[in-house]
Structures are given as C-alpha cells and as structure tokens.
C-alpha cells in the first residue's frame, strides 16, 4: 500500500472514530435528560409547580374578564341612561326612575353638584333621607368625590377603579362603622352635574365564577381564590371572609393576575403542602420520547455532515490529482520540446550551418512564451486566491481602439482566422486598462484554441443605457456540457488528452476574467450561439461618457482583420 492510500485509510478511520465518539457522547447525555424528566430533582420541580401555578392563575384571570368587564360596563351604561334623563326630566325624576327598578350593577343612583361648599360635592337628588338633598356631603365623600371628578374629566362614563367609602346619607352602611362600602360608576349630566349609580362592593354571581380555582388542587382542598380591588382590599373570596396572607406566611403559596385591563387582581392561595399538579398536568413519557427523537436527530444530522464532508475530501483529493497532472502535462510539454532543442544545439553545435541554428532558436520562442503564460497564469491565480491583487486604477478606456489592438496582437499567430470588430465609435468603459486589455485578450485566446480550424472571431461592443457590453464570439466548438462551473478555478473545458487545438491550458483563464471584471464592477457569462456553431462570452461594465471628434458625433462603423 502506498503512503497516499495509507493517509487516506487512516482518515477515514479517524473519522468514523469521531463520529462514534459524538454517537456515544449524545447518546449518554440523553440518558441523563430523560432521566431527569422522568424524576426531577426537588429544586427543579418547585419551579416547575410555581410555573404552574403562575400559569393556571394568569388563565383563570382572563377566563374572568368578559364577566367583569361585563359588571362595569353595565355600571357605565346605567350611570349614562340615569344623566340623560337628569338633562330631559330633571334629576328627581332620574333618581326615583332608578331607584324603582333592579339593575345588573347599581342599586341606587344620586345626582351630585360637583362644586358645593369647601369643595364636597352636593347631594342634588337620590338622598336616602329627602331632607338631605342640596346639602354637601362631609363624611366619607371622597370616594363619591373623586369619581364625579373623573367623569367629568373624562366627559363621559367612568367605573370607580376601586371599592370606596361611602356616606349614609345615600348609602345603606352596617351598624358600627361610619361608612358603608359600595363599588359606583358615574356620568357627567352637564359641566357641574354628574349621575352616579352605587352598588354592592363585589360583582354578582362572583362564587360561581371562582369555583373553577378549586381545580388547580388534586383534592380540591385547601383553596382559596380571592377577588382584590385596585386598592389591595379583598372584595369577595371563596368561602366569604377571607383576608390575603401574609408574604412572609411560609405555608401559603400564592399567585395573583390582572383581570384584563382593569387594576382589579385574581388572587390565588392554597396550603403549600396540599398544592401539587393534577394528573393531567403531569410530565408524561411523550416528554421523554421527544427528547430521545431529538437526541436521534442530531446524530443523524452530524453522521449526515460527515458523510459530506468525507465526500468533500474525496473530491478534493481528486481535484488535487486532475489538477497535478494539467500542471504536469502543460509543464512538461515545453519543457520536452526546449530540453530537446537546447541539447542538439549543445551537442552540434558547431556542425550546424548558421541557418539551422537561427531555425532552432526561433522554433525555441513559441514553447518558452508557452511556458511563461501558463506560470505566469498560476501565479496570477495563487495571488487572486489569496486575495493579493492590487486594486485596479479605474479609467475611461476607449473601446474600439483596444478592440483593434488585441485583434491585431492575434493575427500574426492566428493566420487560419479572421477578427471582426463592430464597436460604437466613442463608446468608453469605466476600467483598469491593463486588466481589460488582459481580459480581452483571455477571451480571444479562448476563442482561437477552440476553433482550430479557424473561422471568424467577433468582437464587439455597444453601449446599453449606464453599462457597456462587451462581446467575443467564434465559430468554434461551442460550449462544453460543464459551462456553469468553466469560470471556477483549474477546471478544463475538456479533458488533457481529449484537446481539440495544440495550444495547452491549466484552467485558471476564465477564472482570472472573472476576477479581474469583479474588481472592476463588471460581470462575464456565456451564451449558445444554438443552431450556429461556437460560443459567445459576454462582458458588461460601466460605461464612461462617449467621446466626439472635431465636434462632429461619430457614426457607429465596422471593420475586419482578415489573413491576407
């Protein structure tokens, strides 16, 4: 076995070993995440159940918002219906029209001025006792007061954000204490009159709406929701007459949420022993399951970008060798020819006739030009690669001048064609001289080597709005079956020992076109000339402004090199 299959072997070993390695590695790390899922440790599952916990009470919550939402809207409504009949009918009217039927939120409605005296808001109608109406309220008037200031802030319907005191002169308070508590909503009647509707302090049916909290316990035990207004005071709870814990009370766990866009919270608590997730809401082996499916993807994802890259490597080996043999084959070539040359003129030297000898030194020029195009190819190549091109120093350039000298450079060695060029007169490419000159001359080296036979070889340009287009096309053999990949570097357009001209090549020309146009905003491609025979390569750049002589604007014209 030779040292080379002996590298190769030995990397593809090392490579399977890797893959094992990570097969092995991930495999065990998924034992352990399943295991973990399966028994979780305390400290992860307390987080887990106070996730929970937040969850399920965040959920409850805005299951409850149409239901409240509902409440104040109707207190909106109601406390709107009782001003409008306030500004038709008058507020005693109003108030006793209210008063005399039940209603979803309110259970009375007073009519208030908002600038009695020191600033307390009067009582116009709707006192409990009549006597009391036109006097300004006193004791427990702020919560009254500051939702008649809101409305009229507002001008239109308000909701208290909060369960307030309210006075016993329109409000029905328990016996020893000096204010009844009551949940309101207001209307503004006109700019110093507001309607006000007063109900009880928790919405209807609230037991019915908080008994699905009992759910989040296994035994439904040792639950307590709890309904917050936006002032902290529990308002309504299951059972009644809960108060909210403390936070420092380790044996309660608690969680609270917002009810929709209000400043009223659901709150939840329930003995931390008794709190525990039901059987539904426990980690099932799904869980597991899909851990594993996932560890099994990504081992199959990296088995996948191994295979590719063991493929990459195998392709570039290859690539390597075509690549050693072109050099070695365009290499040796001249190399032959000049060895054998160089030898005969030292070995007979002297037997040679003056004649002979210019002969065999003139034979010697085409194989060292040879020579030098293809190192001189490769180096331009390696520096492209590795990015060490000078920037290219950006002109207007002429185009049919350029045109006719690369033509002409190709006519001595080229008798079997005939060049073509059909340029508009002034048009001008914005480009580095030399690189497009180099380019030009690439492309019609291609198209001569391609077309042994000879035939015609046009070169064009023509301006097409802001770019130029540049064009060279022969009657050739057209375009190999590989014509997407022709501009990547070292690769042929057909095989070394398949060539259809003498003239050699590494495969790194149009490789050096492209670059060079890239540097200099310009793009090349290829198009069919189908059903003709041959192909076109087709350049475009920016165009520079379009030069004039003698003041006179130059007709677009045509002219041929032809072997004489």
């Known amino acids: ?47 887990r159940l106070k996730r929970d916990r937040f969850d399920a009470t965040r959920a409850l919550a805005a299951s409850l918002v149409p239901w409240f939402q509902g409440w104040l809207q109707a207190g909106g409504d109601e406390a709107t219906q009782v001003a409008a009949t306030a500004r038709t009918a008058g507020p005693d009217r109003a108030v006793n029209d209210y008063n005399a039927k039940g209603h979803a939120f309110g259970q009375r409605a007073v009519v208030v001025r908002r600038s009695g005296p020191n600033g307390a808001p009067t009582v116009l109608a709707g006192a409990r006792n009549p006597g009391f109406n036109g006097i300004s309220l006193s004791d427990c008037a702020a919560g009254i007061d500051g939702l008649a200031q809101n409305a009229l802030r507002a001008g239109g319907p308000v909701a208290a954000p909060s369960v307030f005191d309210a006075p016993d002169r329109v409000w029905v308070k328990p016996d020893g204490v000096a204010c009844g508590r009551a949940m309101g ?134 690539d390597r060798a075509e690549f050693l043999a072109i ?88 008798p079997l064609h005939r060049f073509e060029i059909a340029a508009e007169p002034g048009v001008a490419a914005l480009a580095d001289r030399k690189s497009l000159e180099r380019v030009l001359e690439q492309l019609v080296d291609n198209a001569v080597k391609f077309s042994p036979s000879g035939g015609s070889v046009r070169l064009a340009a023509e301006r097409r709005k802001r770019r130029v287009e540049l064009t060279v096309e022969d009657e050739g053999v057209g375009l190999p079956d590989t014509r997407r990949k022709i501009f990547e570097a070292f690769v042929q357009g057909e095989a070394v020992d398949n060539r259809v001209h003498a003239e050699g090549g590494v495969g790194v020309g149009l490789f050096i076109v492209r670059a060079l146009l890239a540097d200099m905003g310009g793009t090349v491609g290829t198009e069919s000339r189908s059903p003709d025979p041959g192909a076109r390569f087709v350049v475009t750049l920016r165009s520079a402004p379009m030069t004039e002589r003698d003041g006179a604007p130059l007709a677009r014209r045509a002219r041929v090199h032809s072997p004489k």
Not at 285 to 291: M, R
Not at 397 to 408: D, F, I, N, T
Request: glycine share 8%; net charge positive; charged share 20%.
């Open 185 to 318: 909503a207001a209307a503004p009647v006109d700019a110093d009159r507001v309607a006000v509707v007063l109900g009880g302090p928790q919405p209807p049916d609230v037991a019915a709406h908080l008994a699905p909290v009992l759910n989040l316990a296994a035994t439904g035990k040792n639950v307590w929701p709890l309904l917050e207004d936006g002032a902290g005071q529990v308002v309504a709870s299951v059972p009644a007459g809960l108060q909210k814990h403390s936070s420092s009370d380790s044996g309660v766990v608690s969680a609270d949420a917002l009810i929709g866009q209000t400043s009223w919270r659901l709150v939840v608590e329930q003995a931390s022993a008794d709190f525990n997730l039901t059987e539904g809401q426990k980690p099932s082996s799904k869980a597991a399951a899909i851990v594993a499916a996932c560890f099994l993807f990504v081992i199959l994802v990296i088995a996948a970008f191994d295979v590719r890259r063991r493929r990459a490597l195998r392709r570039a080996d290859a």
């Open 327 to 414: 050099v070695g084959h365009e290499l040796r070539t001249p190399l032959t020819v000049l060895k054998g040359f160089v030898e005969t003129l030292a070995g007979r030297w002297d037997t040679l006739e003056e004649e002979q000898r210019r002969n065999v030194v003139e034979r010697l020029l085409p194989q060292t030009r040879r020579l030098n195009r293809v190192v001189d190819r490769l180096l331009t190549a390696a520096d492209i690669q590795a990015g060490a091109v000078v920037a290219p120093s950006m002109e207007a350039v002429e185009l049919e001048p350029l045109l006719g000298k690369v033509a002409s450079q190709f006519k001595a060695i080229a």
């Open 1 to 47: 076995m030779t040292s080379a299959r002996k590298r190769r072997a030995g990397r593809g070993v090392a490579g399977w070993t890797r893959l094992l390695v990570a097969v092995v590695l991930l495999a065990v790390v998924g034992v352990f995440a399943v295991r973990s899922l399966q028994s979780p440790e305390k400290g992860i599952d307390d987080v």
